[in-house]
């Protein structure tokens, strides 16, 4: 998920900075002390197979020790404004896969790193993970480099590594993007999951967007979940998997989950890639 450090509207505000000429960070600069000195570390987040109730995949989520930014979102911003998107992004990946060498990874793209080729590059560390790799990018990307990023992530994906299409419903929705791009996941935005009860008109639009996700082959992640009965609720829907502060907060290292007791499990469905198995074996 790139909320909350990169929503859909800051990543269109990012991409617009990506494209202004280089500058060059000075030695000084925070942002280049940061990736010097890697005052940077990693949060991992359980993604949680309802059917099965267990831990499928980590999502490694990008954290900051300097002091000048207070968030993810400006150490991003930073990255962008001194062009080192591309840098920030293959330092994160490292540290993502060392921290976490057991299970697969689900891992944030910035749109701006399409336009340096870094993650096309054979040493790029997607590459170096034993399991599954799930390349995430948000769906409020604006799609005037549609086919640069086609056919970059056509590439990334031709080497085995899974696209993930992040945050529909934070705003943007552009579901030709999901077709166009053939997503392996799907993952809703905390919009759609916020107070969903099995009762309300929400969960009718929730429960027809998951269908459509599978019409289209994509596996559906319901994001945010922070209640009980929002988990029920996406469980109803027919979501396969679940990520939220309900079931484990970003921790470093990789958090267990807590399964909410009286709550039930979705019902069986086809068979997922385990955890214990080796990269490039593919969902069924």
Known sequence: MLRPYLGAAYARYAWRLSVKSPTLPPPTHAIRRALTNRELWVAYQPIVDLSARRIYAYEALARSKAPEFKNPMELFAAAVEHSVTGE??????????D????YPLFINIHPSELNEHRIIQPSDPLYQHD??????????VPLSHFHLCQT???????????????????????LKYIADLHPKVVKLDRDLIAGLTADSRLFKLVQGVVQLCVSLDALVVAEGIETATELEAVIDAGAHFGQGYLLARPAFPPPQITWPE????????RAQTQPGQSRKTPLR
């Open 131 to 140: 399991r599954d790799v799930y390349l995430e990018i948000t769906e409020g």
């Open 152 to 174: 970059i992530l056509s590439e990334v994906r031709g080497r085995g590594i899974h696209l993930v299409v992040d945050d529909l419903g934070a705003g943007y929705s552009n």
């Open 262 to 269: 009286g709550v039930k499990h979705s019902p069986p469905r």
């Open 99 to 102: 921290g976490c060498p057991d």
């Open 88 to 97: 920030l992004g293959q330092v994160l990946r490292q540290m993502s896969i």
